[in-house]
């Protein structure tokens, strides 16, 4: 099991840009598939994209995708999420979440938050028109 902790989480107005990480520690031998997650007040949580970490093959929700752009951090065991040209509608608290699994599994399951066994306490991002 893999402990996760996000950071970089804040205000900005419409069109600047945040950058979140998220810190794994403990069970991170393993081939993982890693994503950030979103939920915002009165809405289900939804995903923002995934990566497999092995391949570094990435995933994107539609409503990200040419704004957002997930990576493998150069600081070992570190997931960002580097987020620009960002709308009001992004306005949520965002989750980093881990799931041990093959490059297959992840490209299946990267969107479903309920199957991921990991998740951080997650950081607030708002974003003001």
């Known amino acids: 099991q893999a402990r996760l902790v996000e950071s970089g989480g804040g205000s900005v107005q419409a069109g600047g840009s945040l950058r979140l990480s998220c810190a794994a520690s403990g069970d991170t031998g393993r081939s993982y598939c890693m994503g950030w997650f979103r939920q915002a007040p009165g809405k289900e949580r939804e995903a923002v994209a995934s990566i497999y970490i092995d391949s570094l093959v990435t995933y994107y929700a539609d409503s990200v995708k040419g704004r957002f752009t997930i990576s493998s951090g150069n600081a070992e065991n570190t997931l960002l999420l580097q987020m620009n040209s960002l709308k009001p509608e992004d306005t949520a608290m965002y989750y980093c979440?881990?799931?041990?699994?093959?490059?297959?599994?992840?490209?299946?399951?990267?969107?479903?938050?309920?199957?991921?066994?990991?998740w951080g306490q997650g950081t607030q991002v708002t974003v003001s028109s």
């Open positions: 979440a881990a799931q041990a699994s093959s490059g297959a599994w992840c490209g299946r399951y990267w969107n479903r938050n309920d199957v991921f066994n990991d």
